[in-house]
């Protein structure tokens, strides 16, 4: 089944602690992208990619990282959480960046 | 600024009365608008893609246009399943890269 995952679901963690959320796409797609929904601000992007290696800010890229070593894969780390990260992220995939994208079930962090 | 408007924020209809959404957006030469679909607790769910004025797409109860200026989703005789938030995004011609969303219209259709 064609589909993007995310882990964690659920996230509760601490002002400062690192953190990782992974997002792997199993369609072969060459783009990939973050982001995070907050009630009344929609879908903001952070980051994305276009391919393996390369990797460009979005519109919300301030305490966020991200990487491309396999095409696959397209993990969100957090160096130093802090609680105005507390969000839903969605990562999405397509095959090219005009293409549709087919985002992931979403990850739920609280940072405290 | 390349920014995206939805109205309402919310719907609320009555099943088979219809009624349609809005999109307002200004970006730098738009390349792409999509439409997506999203349920509680789960991430959007691809609907429509329009790239130029005029155009229009359908999809069961569904059809969507676009102008310039905006964008709409109409919806006829709806159905209580079609009870979901409405995303509009756009895609500029300058980037490819870069999606602006809206906000969304949350929809609620009453039996």
């Known amino acids: 089944e064609a589909q993007v995952t995310q882990n964690p679901r659920y996230l509760i963690t601490v002002t400062g602690k690192k953190l990782t959320v992974t997002c792997s796409q199993n369609m072969n797609h060459e783009y990939m992208s973050w982001y995070r929904q907050d009630p009344g601000l929609g879908l903001r992007q952070i980051y994305y990619s276009m391919n393996v290696e390369v990797t460009d800010k979005g519109d919300v890229p301030e305490g966020y990282k991200v990487s491309r070593k396999e095409k696959r894969n397209f993990p969100l780390i957090l160096e130093s959480p802090s609680p105005n990260q507390t969000s839903l992220y969605f990562c999405?995939?397509?095959?090219?960046?005009?293409?549709?994208?087919?985002f992931g079930p979403g990850t739920r962090l609280l940072v405290l | 600024e390349d920014q995206v408007t939805q109205s309402p924020e919310a719907l609320r209809l009555q099943e088979g009365e219809s009624s349609s959404l809005n999109c307002s957006y200004t970006v730098s030469g738009l390349r792409g608008l999509f439409w997506y679909r999203q349920d509680p607790g789960k991430g959007p769910e691809f609907l429509f893609t329009?790239?130029?004025a005029g155009e229009e797409k359908e999809k069961e109860r569904l059809k969507a246009t676009l102008t310039k200026k905006e964008s709409f989703l109409h919806i006829t005789a709806p159905k209580p399943e079609d009870s979901a938030t409405y995303l509009c995004?756009?895609?500029?011609?300058?980037?490819?890269?870069?999606?602006?969303f809206g906000s969304g219209t949350k929809l609620n259709v009453k039996p």
């Open positions: 329009l790239y130029s």
């Open positions: 995004a756009v895609q500029a011609r300058y980037n490819f890269n870069k999606f602006y």
């Open positions: 999405a995939s397509s095959f090219r960046q005009q293409e549709t994208q087919y």
